[in-house]
């Protein structure tokens, strides 16, 4: 049996943090399955004059999508606007192949919200000194004409008399099907937002290196 040390650290080496990285890609990739698809992105409603009122992030591998932060503005809720979000991001991961949607909520952040759509809870860490009730609730993603009709209106993910915190669950994009019509519900435009790849810096060009085209 090899000995070994434990240590706490703030900020361990590069090149280990590399390793670990590269040993979790290389583990996920063995764990692929044929239709597995990957998704990580943004889904944003807008009002009728551009202004976003309501944003939830989604991502996803390995056949399991997350929700990610999940936010409606105080005064579009109660109005759809977090349905509507909570349905674009299902279709987007139904489109990418991700066959179960995973949501991690805190007990002030209305999980009650995603049980009335459908969501399942598996397992509850209730609340106690220094720290705050956690609920973890998953959802098969059929096709949506498989999926169980939806509650023609509810309270958007927070808490149960304000709505829902300016950031509300943690872990997706692709094109929704038309959500079903609401009543009342607000004007609105859902956009979907991947996120951007840095662009890589310009490779610098060498001193009496420019090529120039000969004059004919």
Known sequence: MIEFGIEATPKPPEELVLTVRQDGKRRRRQAVQPGMGRLASWVVARGTNG?????????????????????????????????????????????????????????????????????????????????????????????????????PSEAAPGPARDGPPAAAVEAAAGTPKAAPSLAPEPSLALEHAAPQSPTPPAKPIGKGRHRRGRRR
């Open 51 to 151: 202004e976003a009122i309501g944003a939830v992030s989604i991502s996803g591998m390995l056949g399991v999508a997350e929700l990610g932060q999940f936010w409606v503005a105080e005064a579009a809720r109660n109005q759809g606007v977090g349905r509507r979000l909570l349905l674009a991001a299902e279709d987007a991961a139904r489109k990418h192949g991700l066959a179960q949607l995973l949501v991690r909520a805190y007990e002030f952040e209305a999980p009650g919200f995603f049980l009335r759509h459908g969501y399942r809870q598996l397992a509850v860490l209730p609340a106690g000194p220094g720290a705050a009730g956690l609920v973890w609730l998953a959802k098969p993603l059929a096709s949506r004409s498989e999926a169980p009709s939806e509650p």
